[in-house]
C-alpha cells in the first residue's frame, strides 16, 4: 500500500466542536495541521509559512477574510487550497476573498471528509507544481531596464525559478531567461517575472510564458529528478514509494 504525503495546514478556529471534527479528518489525510485560536498567529502563518491548506472557520468576528486575503498575497500561499467552513448565507463572502472549498456548518464527519477528500487532490496538484529540484546552472538573463545579465539558476520547478545575479532585482521586473537543462541538448526560453529577491541578488521567478515544447521538456527532466529523488530516499527492499 502506498503512503499518503505528508501535506502541512493551518486550522484557524476557536470552536470546540469544530476543532474536534476537523482534526480527525485531516489527520486521516496525513495533513499535519497548526491549530490558530488568534487572528495574529494565523496572520503570521499565512504569510511567512508554505502551506497545503488553509483551513478557517468563517466566523465574522474573528475577521476570517483577512486570513484568506493575506494567504493570497503572500508568495508562499497564492495558490494554497483554502477551506472555508460557512453558515448558508456567507457563501458568497466566502468566495469572493478567495476560498476554494466550503464546509457547512454545523461540521461533521461525513460532510467534512467528502469535502477534505476533493480538497485533497487539489493540494497534490499544487504542491506537485510548487516542487522544486536544486540546480546549478549557467543561464543568461535578460531583465526589463537591465539589459542582459548573466546568473545561475539555483532552483526549479514547474512554475518558477530561483535566480542568483550578481546584483538585486526589482519585484515585477519581466525576464526572458535562456539556458539548457543538465542532461539534455534543448535549450528553454522562458519569460517570467521577479516576485521576491533580497539584496545579495538572490530573486524568486513566476513564469508567465514557456513555448509549448519547452514545456514538454522540462515537465519530462523534473519527472525524472523527482524519480531520482524518491529512489534515493526509498529505504531498501521497498518497492513503492510515496505518492507525490
Known sequence: MKEQVRLDGLLFSNDAQVLRVMNQVLDSFAIQTEVCSEVGSALEAVTHRRLDAVIVDWNAANDPARIVRSARKSSPNSNSTIVAMVDVGSEAHALLVGTNFMIYKPVDLDRAGRCMRAAYGTMLQERRRAARVSVDIPVTARVSELGV?????????????????????????????????????????????????????????????????????????????FAKLENAEMPLGESESCVV
Open 149 to 225: 545579465l548573466e546568473a545561475r539558476v539555483s532552483d526549479l520547478s514547474i512554475g518558477g525559478l530561483a535566480l542568483q545575479c550578481e546584483q538585486p532585482l526589482q519585484i515585477d521586473r519581466e525576464v526572458s531567461l535562456l539556458f539548457s537543462l543538465p542532461g539534455t541538448n534543448g535549450v528553454m526560453r522562458i519569460n517570467g517575472k521577479v516576485v521576491n529577491g533580497n539584496t545579495a541578488g538572490r530573486a524568486g521567478v513566476r513564469f508567465s510564458f514557456i513555448p509549448e515544447e519547452d514545456l514538454d521538456l522540462l515537465e519530462s527532466w523534473l519527472a525524472m529528478e
